[in-house]
């Protein structure tokens, strides 16, 4: 049996098609196909932009083909974060995801030792994520790594109109 060669590196601008597709591929996973509409133009700007800093950062994991090539197999997407209880940075993991047929391989885990190994270097206190309540399959991986399930704290979120209506101007009808 042949050992397939794999990596993990940081993005680059001409892998951002490729993180789409990836994030298009989790929507459908997680059950959202339609709302998936990030565009290259965004990530370009989030990933890569042409002044300052990213506000967004990605790591790919990638096969080696039998042709030599590198394949994209999977990615971790990824801001810093700030705890004001510790006065210190961290990152929070947007999404992680691994091509269904690449699974096995170890690259999730690469993936999160890689961005772990980020917050050691840097002197980061915390890789956070979140997981939905029915993916049993990640939970149960997360678990394997010891990571601690926050069952305490409830996630909210605004957006759409409810967004609109609390940051619009005074008197906007929505």
């Given at each position: 049996?042949?050992?397939?060669?794999?990596?993990?590196?940081?993005?680059?601008?001409?892998?951002?098609?490729?993180?789409?597709?990836?994030?298009?591929?989790?929507?459908?996973?997680?059950?959202?196909?339609?709302?998936?509409?990030?565009?290259?133009?965004?990530?370009?700007?989030?990933?890569?932009?042409?002044?300052?800093?990213?506000?967004?950062?990605?790591?790919?994991?990638?096969?080696?083909?039998?042709?030599?090539?590198?394949?994209?197999?999977?990615?971790?997407?990824?801001?810093?974060?700030?705890?004001?209880?510790?006065g210190c940075t961290g990152i929070y993991l947007e999404d992680l995801f691994v091509r269904p047929?690449?699974?096995?391989?170890?690259?999730?885990?690469?993936?999160?030792?890689?961005?772990?190994?980020?917050?050691?270097?840097?002197?980061?206190?915390?890789?956070?994520?979140?997981?939905?309540?029915?993916?049993?399959?990640?939970?149960?991986?997360?678990?394997?790594?010891?990571?601690?399930?926050?069952?305490?704290?409830t996630r909210f979120r605004l957006d759409g109109s409810a967004l609109t209506r609390l940051g619009?101007?005074?008197?906007?009808?929505?």
């Amino acid at each position: 049996m042949t050992t397939l060669q794999t990596r993990i590196r940081p993005a680059q601008i001409a892998d951002v098609e490729a993180l789409l597709d990836l994030v298009r591929q989790l929507a459908v996973y997680e059950k959202e196909p339609d709302a998936a509409t990030a565009t290259p133009g965004q990530f370009e700007a989030a990933l890569f932009p042409a002044e300052g800093a990213p506000t967004a950062y990605a790591h790919v994991a990638e096969v080696r083909t039998g042709d030599g090539d590198w394949e994209t197999a999977g990615m971790a997407l990824w801001f810093l974060s700030f705890s004001t209880w510790t006065g210190c940075t961290g990152i929070y993991l947007e999404d992680l995801f691994v091509r269904p047929e690449r699974r096995g391989l170890g690259l999730g885990q690469a993936l999160l030792r890689t961005l772990a190994q980020i917050c050691v270097e840097r002197g980061y206190t915390r890789l956070e994520w979140s997981v939905l309540d029915w993916n049993e399959p990640a939970i149960g991986f997360y678990r394997s790594l010891d990571a601690e399930f926050m069952d305490e704290w409830t996630r909210f979120r605004l957006d759409g109109s409810a967004l609109t209506r609390l940051g619009g101007p005074k008197g906007v009808a929505v």
